[in-house]
Structures are given as structure tokens and as C-alpha cells.
């Protein structure tokens, strides 16, 4: 008999967590395309949180192998839910997954796989918005006011790299070991519905982790489509500079200048003489990094 600390160590398995609040639309979308991706040896687990679209109806019915679901009572926000999802996942790497995504071809492997890199905390994935077919996410970097910005957006290609490091990566899909969630206490539900993520990032960063987007994995995302997720934005931003900003800042006067320069290489409308200029003079004061 495999007793429970054997089972949540066994490599070879996945928990699948999904926060969900109505948008049964993209709901039922993003499960037609697990389904089609399927693969063994996960655990399915969606929390449903309040939703009154008849998403609780949906789920019930739905006839998936190793499946759990948890209606909330109330409307909790992503962090709680996903902290719920968490508490109660059977295995020791963990993938969370937003309900606007449709994923495609072999979408997870490469993130589980990245859990093997050095000192990894949260790997995650190259996001496609299916309205335009353009990139909107491929990592995380701050700019010189300390702000998360997402690296790609808007791109058409990226770098071949199998996995490139950045400061934070988005929430809406990524993986991570249970046990590294667990040291920083998971998501901090201060936040509400945004920033959560990054923060997240940036907790785990000072205790030695590194995060990852594995450029191999990649899936659409139909981005801020669950209702109220922008309602807390000034709140959530406040929470976070006042925080994470003094460092944040410093980060960003390493890290945007070269984001910058790529977003002109790649989307050449964005070209602004005095930020180009900005950009050039951060580099020289600090150094031109690799990879311009």
C-alpha cells in the first residue's frame, strides 16, 4: 500500500488547479482542450468560487478521471481559491491554470520539466491572445517606476531558448512545487484578483528561487475575462509599490532598459525618441547586459 507522503512525492503526477468564477463560456472551452491534451496521471482539481452562471451545474456533471471539486460559499478572489486548491492537491508539483485559457499540444510537459532547473520557483508558459494570434505574455520584468511589465507583449516569435529566467511570471498558468508554495505561505490574500502573482515571485526570489518561462509551452489566453478582476487594480498596485517598490524600482533600471529595446526591435511603432534615448543612457551607467 503507497501511503500519502509516497503518493505526493511520485514525480510522474500532477495537480491541476483551477479557480473559476461564472465565465462557463471559457470554462467549458479551456476543459474541451484539457480533454483533447489529456494526460495521465493528473489530478484535476476546480474551485468553483460562488459562480451564479451556472457553472456549479456544469461541474457536476462533468465525467473526468481523478477529479475533485469544491463549491465556495461565497466569493473568495483567486489567491484564497487557489490556496484552497492547494491545501487539499494529492501530489507534489502543482500547475495552476486560469479558466480563460485554451491549451494546446504538449503544453504541460515542459513546465513540470522546468522544476528540475536550478533553485526553480514558478515556471510558466508563453501565452497567446487567440483575438489577434500575437504573444501577450512571455515573462515578467519591472520598469523604472518598479511596475510589472509583461515581457513579449504583442510580439510575433521569441528566442528559441528552451527556458529563459525572468523576476515574476503570470499567474494564469504556471507550475511549482507544493513545497516551495508552501514556505512562503502561498499566495498572500492582501491582494485581490491581481498582483498576487508577482508578489508571489518576489517572496520566493529572496529566499534564493528563480523563475522561469519554459518557451516551449505555449497556449492561448483570452486575458481578464473572469468578472470584477480589474475592480481592485489601484488597491492592489498601492499594496504592491508600497511594498515591493524600492527594490522593484532598482530592478527596473537593470531590467527595462533591455525590454525597452526589444519592444523597438520588434514592434518599431513603439519607438520613442526620448525613451530610446533613456534606455541607451541606463545601459551605459549600468552596463549593456547579453541578448540586446
Not at 497567446?128 to 515578467?140: E, K, Q, R, V
Not at 508577482?198 to 489566453?221: E, M, P, Q, T, W
Not at 508600497?242 to 525597452?260: A, H, I, K, N, S
Amino acid at each position: 500500500m503507497v501511503s500519502r507522503s509516497e503518493e505526493i512525492l511520485d514525480a510522474s503526477k500532477v495537480s491541476l488547479i483551477l479557480p473559476t468564477f461564472n465565465g462557463l463560456s471559457y470554462t467549458r472551452s479551456l476543459l474541451d482542450s484539457l480533454s483533447d491534451t489529456y494526460i495521465k496521471d493528473i489530478q484535476l482539481i476546480i474551485i468553483n468560487d460562488a459562480s451564479t452562471d451556472g457553472t456549479r451545474e456544469y461541474l457536476e456533471a462533468l465525467k473526468i478521471p481523478n477529479l475533485q471539486i469544491v463549491h465556495n460559499s461565497s466569493n473568495l478572489g483567486y489567491a484564497s481559491s487557489c490556496n484552497l486548491g492547494a491545501s487539499i492537491a494529492d501530489y507534489e508539483r502543482l500547475c495552476f491554470l486560469n479558466n480563460d485559457l485554451i491549451l494546446a499540444g504538449d503544453w504541460l510537459e515542459p513546465l513540470v520539466s522546468g522544476l528540475s532547473l536550478p533553485d526553480a520557483g514558478l515556471v510558466g508558459c508563453v501565452q497567446t491572445n487567440p483575438s489577434t494570434n500575437l504573444i501577450d505574455h512571455a515573462g515578467m520584468y519591472f520598469d523604472v517606476k518598479g511596475m510589472p511589465r509583461h515581457a513579449g507583449h504583442k510580439f510575433k516569435r521569441l528566442p528559441s531558448d528552451s527556458y529563459i529566467e525572468w523576476s515574476a511570471v503570470t499567474a494564469a498558468c504556471f507550475a511549482i512545487r507544493k513545497s516551495v508554495f508552501d514556505q512562503v505561505d502561498r499566495f498572500d490574500t492582501s491582494y485581490r484578483n491581481g498582483y498576487e502573482d508577482v508578489d508571489l515571485c518576489l517572496r520566493l526570489s529572496l529566499k534564493g528561487y528563480r523563475h522561469y518561462v519554459a518557451n516551449h509551452s505555449r497556449i492561448f489566453h483570452h486575458v481578464s475575462k473572469s468578472p470584477g478582476r480589474k475592480l481592485h487594480e489601484d488597491r492592489n498596485a498601492k499594496i504592491f509599490i508600497e511594498r515591493w517598490g524600492e527594490l522593484t524600482r532598482q530592478l527596473g533600471r537593470r531590467e527595462w532598459p533591455m525590454e525597452y529595446l526589444r519592444i523597438c526591435r520588434n514592434r518599431p511603432s513603439k519607438i520613442r525618441l526620448g525613451q530610446l534615448f533613456k534606455a541607451l543612457w541606463l545601459l551605459l551607467a549600468i552596463g549593456s547586459p547579453a541578448g540586446i
